[in-house]
Each structure stands twice: as structure tokens, then as C-alpha cells.
């Protein structure tokens, strides 16, 4: 078997591109790159956070639109948030594909030990930037955007309130819940009491389709819309989808590439599934095989990157 040939080579088109967003660095917090506007309303604090991760251009779509059409909450408070703008900067056309961070995975720094530590990093510096942010946010929407073309879908820590968050908003229709620990790091959505059983509000991660789709962007902003007008601060979408039912997966591992020798047995993009036993995939010798029948992974990697997630592991609920 190739190294490489059980990857899927990069063959979207790039529909939608970086744009100049400068203009919204000085927001009203004193903060680069947030905004926020109180209703003077009582009312939740939501926060929609684009640009966790550079190239997934759909969440900056979505917040400039709230933000250029002057969306303001009838109730409680919005706060809309550019969080990883210098790897977003960094954009290469020509490597389109290599400016989702810098360093550090900014949506897996969010403990204590990694925020209050001695680490440094672009990522690491912006986060504590960002940290009252979402210290002060009730409701989280963290938009992100796949590498490959496959269809959207929600992933939260494994709490009822987030899974009732992601329905009542409705599509999509695929959650992935990932239970405490369950994946490397901590993510922005499991950050301080977001992570916590028994919090009130909800965070979420809607992954809106490929990174450089033009659906990808119109849904990142339709979900942003039924978002708030769920928790009451905007009015309804027209048209909103009618509620459906959801088919949902619980994470089971993740495996982390640990050498240039892993790939797939197989071209996978996402959303295959393997019976218990079947091997998915090696790294350097070690076998990666699926734990139980029904296995479906999610978001394997596009190339064998040391320390990076290689694939998900879940299986439906």
C-alpha cells in the first residue's frame, strides 16, 4: 500500500476566499476583533465565534453579515468574535489548506494547566485575549467548516443541554457528541463552565460542509440566524426548515498521528462506516482497526501531520 494513496487529494473548487476583514479589528471591548451590543433587555449573552481555525472561511461569512447588517438583539446580548485572525491572515492560495493554525490548534488550548501556563504561541496569546469572552457568554456558537465536501453537522460535549440546543435550532441533522475526555485537549465549547455538567446554557459547534464552499458559507450564516432567533434575539428566519428527526454518534477514541507512515487502508473523506475488527487504517505498523460494528469515523485528516488528529472514532446512538 502507497503512503499517500489512501489520501483523498484536495480537489474542491474555492468558491469562497479570504477577504480583507482589518476593518473590523477595533470592535467596542477592547478586544481586537469582538463586538458586542446589549439589548439593555434581560435576556442571554450569545456569543458567535468565528475563525477558530483559519481557513474555515464560513464562520467569517457569517459573522461580517451579522455585523453589516446591523443585527442587534431585541433581548440579552450579542457578542460576535474573530478569534484566530492571524492564521486566517496568513492564507496562502497556492496552500490553502495550511493556515488553519500557526502553532497550537486553537480549539484545543481552552484548560487551565495550557492558559494559565508557560506556554506562548499565537494561538495561546489569543486565547487569553478571548478567555472573558467566553467567561461571559450563556450560549456558544463556535462555526467551523471540513475539509471535504461531506454533509454538516453539529459536535458538542455530551450534555442535554447541548444536544436540545442543536435540535431546537434544527439543521443539521448529524450530532456528534463527544463525551468528557474523550478527544485531545479542550476545546472552546467545553471551556470553563461550558464544560461542566449541570451549567446552564449551551455550546456548539456547527461544521457548516467544505472549507471553500459557497454552501458551506450560506449555511454557516443561516444557523447563525436560527441560532439567536432560538434564544429570542432576533425574529424568525422565514423559511426555516421544518424540524426533523437527527441521526446522532457518540465519539468513541480518536487516534493521533503519531508518524509520516500513517494512512488509511482506503480513500476515506467521512461519514464511512466499518464493522468490528476491520482495519482503517496503519501508522508506521501500528493497526487502527474499528472497535465495534457500525463504526463511522469523522474528519480524517487530509495528510499524515505528527501530533494532529488522524480520525475520529464514533458510532451511532
Not at 498521528?257 to 496503519?282: D, H, N, Q
Request: proline share 8%; net charge negative; glycine share 10%.
Amino acid at each position: 500500500m502507497s503512503d499517500t494513496a489512501s489520501f483523498v487529494p484536495d480537489t474542491a473548487p474555492l468558491e469562497v476566499l479570504p477577504r480583507d476583514i482589518s476593518g473590523y479589528r477595533k470592535g467596542n471591548t477592547g478586544i481586537d476583533y469582538v463586538h458586542r451590543f446589549a439589548s439593555g433587555r434581560p435576556g442571554p449573552h450569545v456569543l458567535v465565534n468565528a475563525l477558530t481555525h483559519g481557513n474555515e472561511i464560513c464562520g467569517m461569512v457569517a459573522a461580517t453579515h451579522l455585523l453589516d447588517h446591523g443585527v442587534r438583539p431585541k433581548i440579552g446580548t450579542l457578542t460576535v468574535s474573530f478569534a484566530n485572525v492571524e492564521a486566517y491572515e496568513a492564507f496562502d492560495i497556492g496552500r490553502p489548506y495550511e493556515n488553519r493554525q500557526l502553532v497550537h490548534n486553537l480549539n484545543r488550548i481552552w484548560s487551565t494547566a495550557m492558559l494559565d501556563g508557560p506556554g506562548q504561541s499565537p494561538e495561546l496569546r489569543r486565547a487569553r485575549e478571548l478567555r472573558p469572552v467566553l467567561d461571559a457568554a450563556d450560549h456558544v456558537l463556535d462555526i467551523h467548516s471540513t475539509r471535504a465536501p461531506v454533509q454538516p453537522f453539529w459536535v458538542y460535549p455530551e450534555f442535554d443541554r447541548n444536544a436540545a440546543l442543536a435540535s431546537a435550532v434544527g439543521h443539521p441533522l448529524v450530532h456528534l457528541a463527544m463525551p468528557a475526555g474523550g478527544a485531545p485537549g479542550t476545546g472552546v465549547t467545553a471551556y470553563g463552565r461550558h464544560g461542566e455538567p449541570g451549567a446552564g446554557g449551551g455550546a456548539v459547534v456547527v461544521e457548516c460542509g467544505q472549507h471553500f464552499s459557497q454552501s458551506a458559507a450560506d449555511l454557516a450564516t443561516d444557523v447563525t440566524l436560527r441560532f439567536l432567533a432560538h434564544l429570542g434575539l432576533v425574529d424568525a428566519v422565514p423559511g426555516a426548515p421544518a424540524p426533523a428527526p437527527a441521526r446522532r454518534f457518540r465519539l468513541l477514541g480518536v487516534h493521533m498521528v503519531k508518524t509520516e507512515g500513517f494512512a488509511f487502508v482506503r480513500p476515506v473523506v467521512g461519514f464511512e462506516t466499518f464493522r468490528k475488527g476491520e482495519l482503517i487504517a496503519l501508522d508506521a505498523g501500528e493497526e487502527i482497526r474499528a472497535p465495534c460494528d457500525d463504526c463511522t469515523i469523522f474528519m480524517p485528516t487530509r495528510a499524515a501531520v505528527v501530533g494532529r488528529e488522524g480520525v475520529y472514532l464514533t458510532v451511532a446512538i
